[in-house]
């Protein structure tokens, strides 16, 4: 067994162990890394793990060169899971011993895993993130009914009396980015730049909605949602605030619920929310989602500490104070061009 960097006369074989893998996700797919590479430059290290020639495990890892962090190595930015596929113990302890060893050859504080379960060995879990996932119905018409009375009731008022309607095109995509930049300045958040959002619809074809909602022809909220393997996974979604109380959020959920199962989808991932967004845990489970924990990994090499990158350092409290206030023509290339030092 031998343990590799991919190369690009590999990535026909990646893939088709990405769609093999139990535990391998879009954000472990090709499109994501040339996504991310070609908005961000963050510079892809994907370790291949091979027994007689064939792959058993994979770690796709980024490294990252951040103003606030220094170096690192994250699996995978912007993304709710990354972290090792495959299930060979023993080539998954290579590529732990690989991943380390390059993190001291780069220079990185620390490596990130967004693993759904943790696979490294000795390496603490990081308690941060709940995930949300079930199933839907099979058959488009009943995925109104599966939802739980008061979110049921919120999206029929929203379609049937507060007129809402909804449109499923790409051609909306820059609409879309703008609405979710919106919300994320509301949230004091940083925005990805539109260039992630078009590299994303480009390499994903038929795996992916972009969906509008329409409130007397006004774009009132938009949401991007990808499609892996039967998951349908809402994943960039804002709203204009001054139409919230229309229920756009109940209605732009139903309707791609709605046509993911049109495309075959059997499951919805609600994504991740971390433990003390009690706002997005409180919605998720409205719609009837129960949070299981994530179980992300945080890696530092010896006398090295892991940057403290989250809403909740002390050092960012005075400018997300700030940044709900400043006008979108601002905030929008401001906020594109700190993400790709702040990597999601």
């Known amino acids: 067994m031998r343990v590799d960097v991919l190369t690009d006369d590999g990535h026909a074989e990646w893939e088709e162990f990405v769609n093999s893998a139990e535990d391998g996700t879009l954000f472990h797919g090709i499109a994501w890394m040339g996504a991310v590479q070609a908005s961000f430059g963050h510079r892809p290290y994907y370790l291949v793990a091979r027994r007689a020639g064939r792959i058993v495990a994979g770690l796709p890892m980024f490294r990252v060169r951040s103003l606030f962090g220094g170096t690192m190595l994250v699996s995978i930015p912007c993304a709710v899971y990354g ?7 023993g080539a998954l302890r290579m590529l732990q011993d690989a991943a ?3 993190a001291e050859r780069v220079g990185a504080r620390v490596i990130e895993l967004r693993s759904a379960r ?4 000795g390496v603490p879990v990081v308690d941060r993130y709940l995930t ?4 839907l119905p099979n058959r488009a018409e ?6 739980p009375r008061k979110a049921r009731a919120a999206a029929r008022m929203a379609r049937e009396r507060n007129g809402l309607v909804v449109a499923f095109d790409d051609r909306h995509l820059h609409t879309v980015w ?3 930049c919106a919300g994320m300045s509301r949230l004091a958040s940083l925005n990805y730049p539109y260039q992630f959002f078009r590299e994303l619809i480009d390499r994903t074809p038929g795996k992916h909605i972009v969906s ?6 006004r774009p009132v909220a938009g949401l991007v949602t990808f499609v892996f393997k039967g998951v349908a996974m809402p994943y960039f979604v804002g709203a204009d605030e001054r139409y919230k109380g229309l229920n756009v959020y109940n209605l732009v959920y139903l309707s791609v619920m709605e046509r993911a199962v049109t495309m075959g989808c059997h499951t919805f991932d609600f994504g991740r929310s971390r433990r003390d967004n009690a706002g997005a845990c409180a919605f998720k489970k409205n719609q009837g989602f129960t949070g299981q924990p994530l179980q992300y990994q945080s890696y530092c090499p010896a006398g090295r500490t892991a940057p403290n990158l989250t809403p909740n ?3 960012f409290q005075m400018a997300r104070r700030v940044w709900p206030l400043l006008p979108g023509a601002l905030s929008r290339p401001v906020g594109a061009w700190l993400s790709k030092h702040i990597p999601g």
């Open 118 to 121: 943790a696979k490294w060995t």
């Open 83 to 89: 972290g090792a596929m495959g299930d060979d113990e």
């Open 178 to 180: 703008r609405l979710y």
């Open 212 to 217: 509008l909602v329409l409130h007397e022809g």
């Open 313 to 315: 350092n002390p050092r």
């Open 100 to 102: 380390c060893a390059l």
């Open 142 to 147: 009943d995925c109104l009914g599966a939802l």
């Open 132 to 135: 949300f996932r079930r199933a």
